[in-house]
């Protein structure tokens, strides 16, 4: 594993100049090389070169281009496939140690060899697929049926984790590895696993991975829906692991302002009552992010409104006591925004009917 077929020794160390017509002395040695930026590693690096050098200021009319700069272009184009291809063949081989048979009957060594081995494929993999081209050969490859059907209900812990961090990894921002995810039934198992796990590292990995299938894309958003996602959520925000309640709550704050249109099936399900419930806990970091979302609710949304001026909720009490707290306190400025808008959208107007005119 200790060849990451990126190396930096694939390139040319430097480009020759352009033109030999200035020269500073010494015959245009390494010395005068140090200017340039380092070689790309891969075809993603050689395409941030070339779009960074097309926004540089023009030059004076270009002199045609010299066999010395032809031949460097030649070999840094030619080493860029050749990385690509190595990285491919990385891929090939962690698929191969993934797709042998759990061992059954070996010895407790010989199984903890066997468990480290596989982990170490799937963390190559995760770093390999933090470039979208070698994300979709890997799912090309048939990698992401392996790892839905296979790892994500692995018996050991450390397999499910990287396996959900993996399926977050190729999914982000990539509209066709979302939908090959979505349609092998991954959200689901996801949900599951983000709601009755007994690993907190799967449970957050799993929520990275939900995350990256339903933000920003419609259908996972859906699925989402049919499978009770929302409820999901709020268990995850009411568990004791804070990183868990704080990325629930801030995916939540996410859908409501991307998708303003589900308002009325969370409030149909109490949610209002539920964060509320969440602001009166101890409090902590968490709650700048469960005001976030109360926030996003009832705006532009009067029966959010309603329900958060009921009396038997005492929210306008709470959030006034909340605001005396947080006036001294500057790292806590954004939550204390939270409370003055509450206050001003839901406990300045002047009555319910003149909301729904």
Not at 112 to 134: I, K, V, Y
Not at 188 to 205: F, G, T
Request: proline content about 6%.
């Amino acid at each position: 594993m200790a060849d990451q077929g990126s190396g930096g020794s694939r390139l040319p160390l430097a480009l020759p100049p352009a033109s030999q017509g200035c020269s500073s002395g010494g015959g245009g040695s390494s010395a005068g090389n140090s200017g340039h930026p380092p070689p790309p590693r891969n075809l993603q690096g050689l395409l941030q070169m070339a779009i960074t050098a097309g926004s540089e200021e023009p030059d004076p009319p270009p002199e045609p281009m010299s066999e010395e700069r032809r031949q460097w272009l030649q070999e840094a184009m030619s080493a860029a496939f050749r990385g690509q291809r190595e990285e491919v063949e990385q891929m090939k081989n962690c698929l191969r140690v993934l797709s042998q048979p759990i061992p059954s009957l070996a010895a407790e060594a010989e199984l903890a060899a066997d468990q480290q081995e596989r982990e170490g494929a799937l963390e190559l993999l995760a770093d390999l697929c933090e470039n979208m081209d070698n994300a979709a050969d890997f799912c090309q490859l048939s990698g992401m049926h392996l790892l839905v059907g296979r790892y994500l209900e692995a018996g050991p812990a450390g397999l499910r984790w990287r396996a959900a961090e993996l399926i977050g990894t190729c999914s982000q921002n990539v509209a066709a590895i979302q939908e090959q995810v979505l349609g092998l039934g991954a959200l689901r198992k996801l949900l599951r696993l983000l709601d009755r796990d007994a690993c907190d590292l799967v449970r957050v990995k799993a929520l990275f991975a939900i995350s990256c299938l339903v933000r920003e894309q419609e259908a996972g958003l859906l699925q989402f829906l049919r499978l009770d996602g929302f409820s999901v959520l709020m268990r995850a925000m009411q568990q004791q692991v804070q990183k868990l309640k704080v990325k629930s709550a801030f995916l939540l704050q996410n859908l409501l302002v991307g998708h303003p249109e589900h308002k009325g099936t969370l409030c149909s399900m109490g949610m209002v009552q539920q964060l509320v419930a969440l602001i009166r806990t101890e409090h902590s970091p968490f709650h700048e992010h469960v005001l976030g979302a109360l926030c996003s609710l009832v705006t532009d949304f009067p029966q959010g409104v309603r329900e958060c001026r009921e009396p038997d909720l005492g929210l306008e009490e709470l959030l006034r006591h909340r605001c005396q707290l947080l006036q001294q306190h500057e790292e806590y400025q954004e939550e204390l925004e939270f409370c003055e808008k509450l206050l001003q959208t839901c406990f300045s107007s002047p009555t319910d009917d003149s909301m729904d005119r």
